[in-house]
């Protein structure tokens, strides 16, 4: 089946270390994202991907690093840097898009996400 | 810059009853697209559906449809007949003028939806 997988589902981190967040999607998709998502809110940006071996930041990507070395991966690493991590996190992929909006190059798809605690 | 409103943080609704999820969204884009999600409480985000701008019919599908309003900047989730699986978190999102050919949403903080027998 494709999809989109990320694992851990849970993680535990003690303060000052880093941890690495798996994403994978086998849709054969060009863009790739990462969301963070806090207890009663939206989700909000921490970096995308276009293609491989490129990417850029969102709205809060301080204290965090990417890497998009294939395709089908785009692994999260929160970082020590990152004073306030224990979050949901959310994985996504699309399309790429032409510009123009629509349903098929727009539409996101949504790994089970990771939830991150830090002790 | 975009901006989504979600004014209704949680909403009942009694099974096999008809609820409106209320969204208004605020661009200066001519071409953007919209977008309803599903997040129950395992936390997976469920695409349900999308309206794009130039569009000129509501969007529907299955027990979902949208009543999209351009110059109200409106574009509300109906869902008919409730089911008590329905009961979640529904997000409203749109799409951000890509600058590359990234697809960029912007979300709404949600609606709670519960569905009572």
């Known amino acids: 089946d494709g999809g989109i997988t990320q694992s851990p589902k849970y993680l535990f981190r003690k303060e000052g270390q880093n941890v690495t967040l798996s994403c994978e999607q086998n849709?054969?998709?060009?863009?790739m994202y990462w969301y963070r998502q806090d207890p009663g809110q939206g989700l909000r940006l921490i970096y995308y991907?276009?293609?491989?071996?490129?990417?850029q930041k969102g709205d809060i990507a301080e204290g965090y690093s990417v890497s998009r070395e294939k395709k089908e991966s785009f692994p999260l690493t929160v970082t020590s840097a990152q004073k306030n991590p224990t979050a949901f996190y959310l994985c996504?992929?699309?399309?790429?898009?032409?510009?123009?909006?629509?349903?098929?190059?727009?539409?996101?798809?949504f790994g089970p996400g990771t939830r991150l605690t830090v002790l | 810059a975009q901006k989504i409103t979600q004014t209704q943080p949680g909403m009942f609704v009694q099974e096999k009853e008809a609820v409106t999820l209320d969204c208004t969204y605020d661009?200066?884009?001519?071409?953007?697209?919209l977008f309803w999600y599903k997040q129950p409480s395992s936390g997976e985000m469920i695409f349900l559906i999308y309206?794009?701008?130039?569009?000129?019919q509501n969007a529907t599908e299955g027990r979902y449809s949208l009543n999209f309003q351009k110059a109200r900047k409106s574009a509300n989730l109906v869902i008919s007949a409730s089911q008590l699986g329905d009961s979640a978190m529904y997000f409203c999102?749109?799409?951000?003028?890509?600058?590359?050919?990234?697809?960029?949403?912007?979300f709404g903080t949600g609606t709670r939806l519960q569905v009572t027998l």
């Open positions: 309206q794009g701008s130039y569009d000129e």
């Open positions: 999102a749109m799409r951000e003028l890509p600058t590359g050919t990234a697809s960029k949403l912007t």
């Open positions: 996504a992929s699309s399309l790429k898009t032409s510009g123009r909006a629509s349903l098929s190059t727009d539409t996101q798809y």
């Open positions: 661009t200066s884009d001519q071409s953007y697209g």
């Open positions: 849709l054969n998709h060009d863009a």
């Open positions: 991907s276009q293609i491989v071996n490129d990417f």
